[in-house]
């Protein structure tokens, strides 16, 4: 599925946010060394939801039609 610009800009914008949040998660765990952080956006919800509804149609139609 295809990102809108408001989820691009979003990831864009924690991407760029990352040493910082970084920084605050170590400091907040008391660790010396952390991981770099890459955020991205995961579309297994949206496709889920796509799937739900498709079956939804198709449970509409079989009633419909039985």
């Known amino acids: 599925m295809l990102m ?3 989820k691009k800009a ?6 760029e946010l990352a040493p910082v ?13 952390i991981s770099d952080l ?10 889920g939801m796509r799937v739900a509804e498709l079956l ?5 139609r079989d009633k419909d039609e039985g």
């Open 4 to 6: 809108n610009k408001a």
């Open 10 to 15: 979003n990831i864009k914008l924690l991407n």
């Open 21 to 33: 949040i970084r920084h605050h998660l170590a400091k907040r765990m008391r660790l010396r060394h």
């Open 38 to 47: 890459r955020f991205y956006y995961d579309d297994s919800f949206d496709t």
């Open 56 to 60: 939804s149609d198709l449970d509409k």
